[in-house]
T-cell receptor, first 113, second 115 residues
Framework: AQSVTQPDIHITVSEGASLELRCNYSYGATPYLFWYVQSPGQGLQLLLKYFSGDTLVQGIKGFEAEFKRSQSSFNLRKPSVHWSDAAEYFC???????????FGKGTHLIIQP | DTGVSQDPRHKITKRGQNVTFRCDPI?????LYWYRQTLGQGPEFLTYFQNEAQLEKSRLLSDRFSAERPKGSFSTLEIQRTEQGDSAMYLC?????????????FGPGTRLTVT
């Protein structure tokens, strides 16, 4: 069965600093990988996705993520965070035959002024 | 494109009552998904429709839960004899048939509180 681990429950970053959120997945074949962001009381917004090809993918709001097969990782990065980036971030994985996404438990991002 | 909509946004009910939630997917999206999210956790997959056919159900979907999509457009999720453990955010998502099937777009969710 596929699974996702987000090792950091909370991360605090100063505004303007760089950000990296970690995601490790378990899946037997080439996965489909996603990052979603959730603001309080809201649904999930798709930030970016990886299906195949270039392992560095660009998303919305200045985010990018890098797929590293050897490390089973799909870490999310942003060079300079803004106060509006404070939210919950979820990594998710799907296989080719599985239509439901498997999510990690999320990382709560706090932005310090 | 108005996005995925869900109704109601909030529902408070007493234990033992039945509740029904509605999801309207993005137009022309033939795939529709239901997830449940409890506090401090990521969403958990419940069930999936392609058009009107329910193709996959998680073991999380107990006999008290039923989902329908009768005309392949909107979907309903009913919980019978609610329990306090059913308190959660219920999320709906949809995806386009020509896109990668796993690229899902989520609605704002329905927050259920069972007292």
């Amino acid at each position: 069965a596929q699974s996702v681990t987000q090792p950091d429950i909370h991360i605090t970053v100063s505004e303007g600093a760089s950000l990296e959120l970690r995601c490790n997945y378990s899946y037997g074949a080439t996965p489909y990988l996603f990052w979603y962001v959730q603001s309080p009381g809201q649904g999930l917004q798709l930030l970016l996705k990886y299906f195949s090809g270039d392992t560095l993918v660009q998303g919305i709001k200045g985010f990018e993520a890098e797929f590293k097969r050897s490390q089973s990782s799909f870490n999310l990065r942003k060079p300079s965070v803004h106060w509006s980036d404070a939210a919950e971030y979820f990594c998710a994985v799907a296989g080719g035959g599985a239509d439901g996404l498997t999510f990690g438990k999320g990382t709560h991002l706090i932005i310090q002024p | 494109d108005t996005g995925v909509s869900q109704d109601p946004r909030h529902k408070i009910t007493k234990r033992g009552q039945n509740v029904t939630f509605r999801c309207d997917p993005i137009s022309e999206h033939n795939r529709l998904y239901w997830y449940r999210q409890t506090l401090g956790q990521g969403p958990e997959f419940l069930t999936y429709f392609q058009n009107e056919a329910q193709l996959e159900k998680s073991r999380l979907l107990s006999d008290r839960f039923s989902a329908e999509r009768p005309k392949g457009s909107f979907s309903t999720l009913e919980i019978q004899r609610t329990e306090q453990g059913d308190s959660a955010m219920y999320l709906c998502a949809s995806s386009h048939p020509s896109g990668r099937r796993n690229e899902q777009y989520f609605g704002p969710g329905t927050r259920l509180t069972v007292t």
